[in-house]
T-cell receptor, first 115, second 112 residues
Framework: KAGVTQTPRYLIKTRGQQVTLSCSPI?????VSWYQQTPGQGLQFLFE???????NKGNFPGRFSGRQFSNSRSEMNVSTLELGDSALYLC??????????????FGQGTRLTVV | KQEVTQIPAALSVPEGENLVLNCSFT??????LQWFRQDPGKGLTSLLL?????REQTSGRLNASLDKSSGRSTLYIAASQPGDSATYLC???????????FGKGTTLSVSS
């Protein structure tokens, strides 16, 4: 069974550009969530999608956005990149039905460097 | 607002030692708690999940406990090995089931 796949693995962008990251969840999983990991702040929740609907959003500026497609694949977009957006972006998938047995599985992440 | 704290931030032990990693959270209204392992520059590997109604879970040399009323969890690693060297993260799932709130992790180094 394939795990969570994130592409690309590495990205280098210039300040002011925009970037799109992709996440393919485990087959059968309908929930996809995104996290930003930096050395100073640790792992912070960005947003979560279930059946193409955003159910929750973390405390990030509107430059961070996402979407989910009918096949559960998800993309996140960051516009007008800033140096502080340099981070490891992690995607997680789960069945999404809710309940205490909800287990999250993570991809390998996309390392974004803004120069 | 839920806050998750992990102590210690770093730990160095010789091979073969048993050790305990601690995790505390401020709001007991959680669905579950997960322990993850992260190797440098890599994604997260799920180690154990404890549902809110459970007290502990075991997998091989790992045992995790949960005391929801006091907002605490521990991860016990028996007979540590150099391959256990990694950062260990705990995370609680909010009661909407939509977001994990993470601690900052404990970086473990096991020397041979």
């Amino acid at each position: 069974k394939a795990g969570v796949t994130q592409t690309p693995r590495y990205l280098i962008k210039t300040r002011g550009q925009q970037v799109t990251l992709s996440c393919s969840p485990i087959s059968g999983h309908r929930s996809v969530s995104w996290y930003q990991q930096t050395p100073g702040q640790g792992l912070q929740f960005l947003f979560e999608y279930f059946s193409e609907t955003q159910r929750n959003k973390g405390n990030f500026p509107g430059r961070f956005s996402g979407r989910q497609f009918s096949n559960s694949r998800s993309e996140m977009n960051v516009s007008t990149l800033e140096l502080g957006d340099s981070a490891l972006y992690l995607c997680a998938s789960s069945r999404g039905g809710g309940g205490p047995n909800t287990e999250a599985f993570f991809g390998q992440g996309t390392r974004l460097t803004v120069v | 607002k839920q806050e998750v704290t992990q102590i210690p931030a770093a730990l160095s032990v010789p091979e073969g030692e048993n050790l305990v990693l601690n995790c505390s959270f401020t709001d007991s209204a959680i669905y579950n708690l997960q322990w993850f392992r992260q190797d440098p520059g890599k994604g997260l590997t799920s180690l154990l999940l404890i549902q809110s109604s459970q007290r502990e879970q075991t997998s091989g040399r790992l045992n995790a406990s949960l005391d929801k009323s006091s907002g605490r969890s521990t991860l016990y690693i028996a007979a540590s090995q150099p391959g256990d060297s990694a950062t260990y993260l705990c995370a609680v799932l909010n009661q909407a089931g939509t977001a994990l709130i993470f601690g900052k992790g404990t970086t473990l180094s096991v020397s041979s």
